[in-house]
């Protein structure tokens, strides 16, 4: 490893002994309809680390994602996270889901007739009956975290792709949530916005948020992620340390992912 | 040659009944615009629900009043339901009929707002935390009014217009007073130059009194606009 890339490096987050694993994903499969998609699909999420989910197109990285949060119905296997069992049935679960995991998504879904900061607020005061008042600090604290306290007042339309996502990654920060799902939030950017939202990504993870990201960033991915996941045809195919999974791959079809230009 | 000499001095005299035909309409329109507002939001809440057997019960009434004129419906309250028993003055026969028939044609509209909202809000909403009364309410059906008032309203305009046509089971509204007035003067023509333009007075009142509702209902619409 050069010296510039040592630099670069953000010191390892250890995984705080004897404490559990945020998110356990344990031999999961799932299908649509006749199409599996995924293939007893096993991972363990450390707290304060960062797992990025790389593959081709198609390889199950999405579909793993919303069955950890309660957005897909596994077929089978179990994902714990925090502690508790994830059953798309089970309200209870799925309510206390809610309160640990945040999500962004590639199309940041902000809410079009809402301002940023009602974007932000409309959880803290519907869901968790904060007072107007103190959800509106915490709002503009979290836009503040992204770099975007002047535009508390836009709407979704006036901002470009970049402050959007800033704002959909604010709007989940908000909720103060245990762990923050990313599925390829930069891909629907232009190229020179993606940066100002993988620095966001960036001081998250050095402040020790727990971050599970499906990205096409591989420089992002080499640099800041604790942990690689490969997946392939709805499988773990390999996972370790980036400075494993980049330099040394052990199987032919990540050798070719990694060569086919991304 | 064809000469017609116009005379208008009968409004000297029936200048008030005018009036009082305009406010008739207001008040009937106004109530029927009130309450089939109501009926059409039910309905396309029911149509996009999760109920086949109620959205298909919703989607034949549409289908039967968007397919049958506006008149017949309105016969049909007023001289079919007192054979059930059910008494009706006219102007309550004129409401009921106007909501019936707003309910569908608006549904339609609203429904259509309902559809445009993308499965990404509401699974974003979802993790939020949000249930699914409160995403119906804050992600789904605020957004999707605001995305169509504007059709929503036209809609409304058309119905204050038609009203007109209650005239004819002589409910009290504009066209009515016209219509007696044209038969005590015999002045026709002078009379439904004078109700079209007082109509049209009406229209320019309810798109202003529609349109400021909006504004203060649908904030992103005053502060977004150009
Ligand atoms: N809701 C769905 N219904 C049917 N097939 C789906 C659905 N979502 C994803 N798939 C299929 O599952 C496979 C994996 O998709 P996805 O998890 O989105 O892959 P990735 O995110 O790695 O590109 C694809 O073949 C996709 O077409
Ligand atoms: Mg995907």
Redesign the pocket.
């Known amino acids: 490893m050069s010296v510039n890339e040592a630099a670069g490096t953000r010191p390892r987050n250890e995984a705080v002994p004897g404490a559990e694993p945020i998110i356990v994903v344990d031999n999961v499969s799932k299908s ?2 006749p ?1 599996q ?1 995924l293939h007893g699909v096993s991972l363990t999420i450390e707290r304060g680390t960062m797992v990025a989910i790389v ?10 994602l ?1 069955c950890m949060n309660a957005l ?1 119905e596994t077929n089978g296997g179990t994902i714990k996270v925090c502690g508790n069992a994830v059953a798309m049935s089970d309200r209870a679960s799925v309510k206390r889901l809610r309160t640990d995991v945040g999500m962004v998504f590639q199309s940041y879904n902000l809410f079009p007739h809402l301002t940023v900061l009602r974007n932000i607020t409309l959880a803290l005061t519907v869901v968790q009956k904060k007072a107007r008042v103190e959800a509106e600090k915490i709002a503009r604290d979290v836009l503040a975290l992204v770099g975007l306290a002047d535009k508390a007042e836009s709407y979704p339309e006036q901002l470009s792709g970049g402050q959007a996502q800033r704002v959909a990654i604010a709007r989940s920060l908000a909720l103060s949530p245990k762990v923050l799902l990313f ?2 939030v930069t891909s629907a950017l232009d190229p020179e916005l993606t940066g100002e939202v993988l620095k966001v990504m960036e001081d998250l993870a050095r402040q020790g948020m727990t971050m599970v990201l ?1 990205t096409h960033e591989m420089a992002f991915a080499r640099r800041l992620a604790d942990i690689v996941v490969f ?1 392939h045809q ?1 499988k773990v195919w390999e996972a370790g340390p980036p400075a494993e999974i980049f330099a040394d791959p052990k199987t032919p079809e990540l050798r070719q992912f990694l060569s086919s230009g991304l | 040659m064809i000469s017609y000499t116009f005379d208008f001095s009968f409004l000297l005299t029936t200048w008030p009944a005018f009036m009082r035909g305009a406010w008739q309409t207001i008040l009937l329109a106004g109530s029927s615009i009130a309450f089939g507002f109501v009926l059409a939001l039910v309905c396309a809440i029911i149509r996009s629900g999760k109920s086949k057997l109620a959205a298909g019960l919703v989607g034949a009434y549409v289908e039967v009043i968007r397919n049958t004129p506006l008149l017949v419906q309105i016969f049909i309250v007023y001289f079919g339901l007192p054979s059930l028993g059910l008494r009706l003055s006219a102007e309550t026969a004129a409401v009921i009929a106007l909501v019936i028939n707003t309910g569908a044609y608006g549904s339609e509209i609203i429904r259509a707002g309902i559809d445009s909202i993308a499965k990404g809000q509401i699974e974003a909403a979802e993790c939020l935390g949000l249930n699914k009364l409160q995403i119906y309410w804050h992600i789904v059906l605020i957004p999707a009014v605001e995305r169509v008032y504007p059709a929503l309203s036209s809609q409304f305009v058309l119905l204050m217009l038609s009203s007109s046509i209650t005239s004819q089971i002589s409910a009290q509204e504009l066209t009515a007073e016209a219509n007696m007035i044209q038969s005590e003067t015999f002045r026709s023509f002078e009379v439904y130059l004078i109700v079209a333009a007082v109509y049209l007075a009406l229209s320019v009142l309810f798109r202003v009194v529609l349109w400021a509702i909006g504004e203060v209902a649908f904030v992103r619409r005053r502060k977004l606009r150009t």
């Open positions: 649509f309809g199409l998609v593959g081709r197109s198609g390889s199950g990285k999405s579909t793993l919303r897909d599925d390829e499906v997946m709805g």
